[in-house]
T-cell receptor
Framework: QQQVKQSPQSLIVQKGGISIINCAYE??????FPWYQQFPGKGPALLIA?????SEKKEGRFTISFNKSAKQFSLHIMDSQPGDSATYFC???????????FGQGTTLQVKP | GAVVSQHPSRVICKSGTSVKIECRSL??????MFWYRQFPKQSLMLMAT?????????EQGVEKDKFLINHASLTLSTLTVTSAHPEDSSFYIC?????????FGQGTRLTVV
């Protein structure tokens, strides 16, 4: 089931900096790529998502970059804040199954 | 976004007993729901796909007789952990999809003592 690889495992960023998390997938049938934010003891919350027909999507401080040929996508958090400290998961799915396959997760710490 | 409610948020049970976890889609109908399991500091692992009105589809390695799933209505799926053992202790999370995205419940922390 390990079809989505995420890096880095952990990340420390200063307040105001840019946090970048990368993911790579194998299955070319995937057609929906969401990012989730999870705080300890809580379920994942949808942050932003992209489909492969666009190369970039921005929502507030969060941007997804998507490279279909390389089968890679990344999350950029601009102006990172201490409140962004959480675990971030990339995921991928195909419309056929609807099953989300998650990356391994990245623990982000934003230092004040 | 859509709301998925999961209950209970925490449960402690004795070894050998069964525990039921409920997952409800509050403001939309979900013909399909998903159940995940998450160990500490690890990713979410898909356990099974819950289909309204039919049998659940289990991922490889997941014991269907231990993890009973019932999707009785378009807004409710339940996961029952039968004859629970300490190794079943984990964080269980359900998910339901709208046409646009997948939304997750708050999760249930199961501790088997």
């Amino acid at each position: 089931q390990q079809q989505v690889k995420q890096s880095p495992q952990s990340l420390i960023v200063q307040k105001g900096g840019i946090s970048i998390i990368n993911c790579a997938y194998e299955n070319t049938a995937f057609d929906y790529f969401p990012w989730y934010q999870q705080f300890p003891g809580k379920g994942p919350a949808l942050l932003i998502a992209i489909r492969p027909d666009v190369s970039e999507k921005k929502e507030g401080r969060f941007t997804i970059s998507f490279n279909k040929s390389a089968k890679q996508f990344s999350l950029h958090i601009m102006d990172s804040q201490p409140g962004d400290s959480a675990t971030y998961f990339c995921a991928a799915t195909s419309s056929n199954t609807g099953k989300l396959i998650f990356g391994q997760g990245t623990t982000l710490q934003v230092k004040p | 976004g859509a709301v998925v409610s999961q209950h209970p948020s925490r449960v402690i049970c004795k070894s050998g007993t069964s525990v039921k976890i409920e997952c409800r889609s509050l403001d939309f109908q979900a013909t399909t729901m998903f159940w995940y399991r998450q160990f500490p500091k690890q990713s979410l692992m898909l356990m099974a796909t819950s289909n309204e009105g039919s049998k659940a589809t289990y991922e490889q390695g997941v014991e269907k007789d231990k993890f009973l799933i019932n999707h009785a209505s378009l807004t409710l799926s339940t996961l029952t952990v039968t004859s629970a053992h300490p190794e079943d202790s984990s964080f269980y999370i359900c998910s339901a999809r709208t046409l646009k995205a997948a939304f997750f419940g708050q999760g249930t922390r199961l501790t088997v003592v």
